[in-house]
């Protein structure tokens, strides 16, 4: 019988240590080249572009939510378009 680094088993036993680091490993590098893709192609996480909303689009989404009236809505737009 041979004794060694390997005996001729079916797996050596540091097999059982990385067998799973390298299915966590595989594991991360298939999803970060799945978000990568995605962002190649603009399909995935993405920033707004002017960093934030301006005051008139706050302004319309709070008219379409029905948190002002039609009044309320075109002073305000008035104002904001004036500055």
Do not use: C
Not at 33 to 42: M, N, P, Q, V, Y
Not at 43 to 58: A, I, N, R, V, Y
Request: no cysteine; net charge negative; charged share 20%.
């Amino acid at each position: 019988m041979m004794y060694g680094w390997w005996d001729g088993s079916s797996a050596p036993w540091y097999g059982m240590i990385f067998g799973p680091v390298m299915m966590i490993v595989f594991i991360v590098l298939t999803v970060l080249i799945i978000a990568w893709a995605l962002r190649a192609f603009g399909l995935g996480w993405q920033s707004d572009s002017q960093g934030g909303s301006t005051p008139l689009d706050t302004l319309k989404h709070r008219f379409a939510r029905g948190e002002i009236d039609r009044a309320e809505y075109d002073e305000r737009k008035k104002l904001l378009s004036d500055s």
